[in-house]
């Protein structure tokens, strides 16, 4: 564990911010500024978590966007339909490229994700049943494992169906009480119907942000100096006149999400905490803090060809201390971009604030069975694993 102090907080000072260019910036500072308020609103506030605001603005903004999309495409097609015929064949075909990059597709689980078949993880489905119906909803349609660290609920399709990607590497580290809290939060996310909302504020955020790099390619790159000289002066001068209504409603849209996706977060926390313990859910929360717990060791035993489930199973536990300097390095430390999350220290510390009770225990068997059908799929993962971790380390 590193070294630190935990009164001038030297040996926690956060990584030094990426020069990822000022759109990136700008839409850190906005989702960093968006998490502080809605941490205090919160921690003043606890009862305001059951509303969600921000969300019917977020979700009306998008699907204005979303409609008048087709009418924009529409009236230039007219224009273009009023040009010369080479004009015409050179610009309809520029614009259907463009309607093909951004026009909504129905959702599908990731492509690398193994779905498990019914007969293949009965107790797990009924495990995820039962969780899904202490928190009031419908379980997930299917169930998939993949190798990232992570678990989510993803709409499939356009939105009938729902999925459940279970990430083996992170559910291999978790303790019981941590998969029932991580679970539980996913599954608070379907209760919010946030995946449903989330999907058109994401194909209004993807078409806005697809239209500003087409017009500005430079704009989310690293800063570069596009006034260097008179001819890429007058060219940046112009292509800002142009984008600029673009990038307007894009970072609006940003703003909106920000507050209205950290919030889901918290909600699905506390929906989480009711049902699996906020004890339960602060040690779940606690093990993503960077550096994610077991991560280090299971990249350890890849190396010197070592089990990896095996590591993941028997990673040490970081000591409480370190879990202190972990969360101060997240509350000083930058926003990550596209992280609709709040900081892991703002989710962990307003479940301190307002705990509340709670604790689903399925019987010891069940769980023996459910490890029995999770160490069964691991096979076909591990060496994709073992690929992808090797490939990342270089
Ligand atoms: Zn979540």
């Given at each position: 564990?590193?070294?630190?102090c935990?009164r001038?907080g ?7 911010p990426?020069?990822?260019g000022?759109?990136?910036r ?9 998490a ?7 921690s003043?506030q ?13 979700v009306a ?23 010369g ?46 969780v ?15 190798i990232?660290?992570n678990?989510?609920?993803?709409e499939l399709g356009?939105?009938r169906?729902t ?15 941590e998969?029932t ?16 909302d ?8 993807r078409?806005l ?5 087409l ?8 800063t ?9 002066a ?10 600029a209504p ?7 849209l ?14 699905a926390?506390r929906?989480?905490?009711q049902?699996?313990?906020?004890a ?6 606690a093990?993503?803090l ?7 060791t ?6 010197q ?37 709040p900081p892991?220290?703002?989710?962990i510390?307003l ?5 509340v ?7 010891s068997?069940?769980l ?16 994709r694993l ?9």
């Amino acid at each position: 564990m590193p070294t630190w102090c935990e009164r001038c907080g030297k040996g926690a000072e956060p990584p030094a911010p990426l020069d990822s260019g000022r759109i990136y910036r700008a839409r850190q500072a906005l989702a960093r500024k968006a998490a502080t308020r809605l941490h205090q609103r919160l921690s003043e506030q606890p009862d305001s978590l059951a509303v969600i605001p921000s969300r019917r603005v977020a979700v009306a903004f998008s699907v204005a966007v979303l409609l008048a999309a087709p009418l924009v495409v529409l009236a230039l097609v007219w224009l273009i339909l009023q040009l010369g015929f080479y004009l015409k064949i050179l610009f309809l075909a520029v614009l259907a490229g463009i309607v093909l990059l951004i026009v909504p597709r129905p959702n599908r689980l990731p492509p690398e994700a193994t779905v498990l078949a019914p007969a293949e993880a009965p107790a797990l489905r009924d495990f995820v049943s039962q969780v899904a119906g202490a928190m009031g909803v419908r379980p997930p349609d299917a169930i998939a494992v993949d190798i990232d660290h992570n678990m989510s609920v993803v709409e499939l399709g356009y939105g009938r169906r729902t999925g459940l990607v279970i990430g083996l590497p992170l559910w291999t580290v978790l303790s019981w009480p941590e998969r029932t809290a991580t679970l539980a939060h996913e599954m608070g996310h379907l209760r919010g119907r946030d995946t449903r909302d989330g999907r058109l504020v994401f194909w209004a955020r993807r078409l806005l942000w697809t239209l500003v790099e087409l017009l500005w390619p430079d704009a989310l790159r690293p800063t570069r100096n596009a006034f260097s000289d008179a001819g890429g002066a007058i060219a940046a001068v112009l292509q800002h006149i142009i984008v600029a209504p673009f990038l307007a409603l894009a970072m609006t849209l940003e703003r909106l999400d920000a507050v209205q996706s950290q919030h889901a977060e918290y909600l699905a926390d506390r929906r989480a905490a009711q049902v699996a313990g906020s004890a339960a859910m602060t040690s779940a929360l606690a093990g993503l803090l960077p550096p994610q717990r077991g991560v280090t060791t299971m990249e350890r035993a890849i190396r010197q060809r070592e089990d990896p489930w095996r590591a993941l199973e028997q990673a040490p536990k970081p000591t409480d201390r370190e879990l202190r300097r972990r969360r101060a390095v997240c509350a000083s430390g930058e926003h990550q971009l596209g992280d609709s999350h709040p900081p892991t220290s703002m989710r962990i510390d307003l479940l301190e604030r307002h705990p509340v009770g709670g604790g689903l225990h399925p019987p010891s068997q069940t769980l023996r069975r459910i490890e029995e059908e999770m160490v069964a799929v691991r096979g076909p993962l591990t060496q994709r694993l073992r690929d992808t971790v090797l490939m990342r380390l270089g």
